[in-house]
């Protein structure tokens, strides 16, 4: 039996549905929620998520407003516009698009946000928001969206034994703490786990976020599991392609992500539900 698809489109529609009306309800207080969109350069996958984003905040009610400075844009003009966006109390929320060529100019950009924007969860405030479940700042779109793509499938992760594959601050990591408030049972592998087939064939639920292309297969699968694969690679054929061997995986697991129209799909939602909150927030 092939393994059901775990769609995101479906579960995006269903959560943009709910943002547009919460942003009508702040409409009528006179809010329009906005998100500013801060990039370098004009790398072609920042602009392909840019457009994606700005569509799903279209139709959630959220303003989008882009900056974009040059590619060799200094570390001070990155964290001129960071304190511009801080500043303007028309922006809710901010998400820079990472990562930066110039990697220290990018932490002491992520640094200098204000939590209460920070709704792509890259400061210190948000991390031990994901931590603790407690306080200002959001969790990563992504590693979020994991979760929002389970619950909205109609997954019960309480109590489920979960492996994550992949420990970056961007995902596994915040994918781990996710699952953890959800009350699964969470095992995390890394590139020194010893057996890595082994603990994901013993896994209930299994993340893949390690951007190997292909890194999962037959080996590391069983019957029964739900495979979320976070992985995006773009082929020489352009095809996008996950970390997990789709091909194996579809006839042995019980359901699976695709790659596209997986977990991407419901990202951005994740990212208009934050742009939304922290205008709500604001509103209050
Ligand atoms: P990353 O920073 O490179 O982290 C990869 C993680 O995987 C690391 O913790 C690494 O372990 C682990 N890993 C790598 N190779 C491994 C192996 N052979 N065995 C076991 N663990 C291994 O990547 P990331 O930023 O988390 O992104 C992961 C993937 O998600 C990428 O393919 C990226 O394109 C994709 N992505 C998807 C979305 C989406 O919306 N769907 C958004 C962003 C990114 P160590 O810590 O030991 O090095």
Redesign the pocket.
């Known amino acids: 039996m092939m393994a059901e698809l775990l769609k995101g489109a479906a579960v995006a529609a269903a959560m943009t549905a709910e943002l547009a009306a919460r942003s009508a309800a702040l409409a009528e207080l006179g809010v329009t929620p906005t998100l500013a969109i801060l990039r370098v350069g004009e790398r072609a996958d920042d602009l392909a998520y840019e457009r994606a984003a700005a569509r799903r905040c279209e139709r959630a009610g959220v303003a989008v407003q882009t900056l974009a400075l040059p590619e060799d844009c200094s570390a001070g003009q990155l964290l001129a516009a960071i304190e511009a966006v801080n500043a303007d109390a028309g922006i809710d929320g901010c998400l820079l698009l990472r990562p930066l060529p110039d990697r220290t100019a990018e932490a002491a950009a992520c640094a200098a946000l204000r939590p209460e924007k920070d709704v792509d969860g890259m400061t210190a405030a948000s991390q031990s928001f994901v931590y603790s479940g407690a306080g200002v700042g959001f969790a990563p779109c992504?590693a979020e969206?994991v979760v929002a793509l389970l619950e909205g499938s109609g997954v019960d992760l309480s109590g489920l034994r979960a492996t994550v594959?992949?420990?970056?601050p961007?995902?596994?990591r915040p994918v781990a703490m996710l699952l953890l408030q959800k009350n699964a049972t969470v095992t995390v592998?890394?590139?020194?786990?010893k057996d890595?087939a082994a603990r994901c064939r013993e896994a209930e639920l299994l993340v893949v976020?390690?951007?190997?292309e292909g890194?999962i297969g037959a080996e590391s699968l069983a019957p029964g599991q739900i495979v979320v694969d976070?992985?995006?690679?773009a082929g020489p054929d352009g095809a996008l392609r996950g970390?997990v061997r789709f091909d194996e995986a579809e006839g042995i697991v019980k359901a699976i992500t695709p790659v596209p129209g997986?977990?991407?799909a419901v990202?951005t939602a994740v990212l208009a539900r934050h742009v939304i909150e922290a205008a709500e927030r604001n509103a209050k």
């Open positions: 992504t969206a594959v992949g420990r970056s961007v995902i596994g592998c890394h590139t020194r786990t890595l976020a390690a951007g190997r890194l976070v992985g995006i690679h970390d997986g977990v991407g990202t």
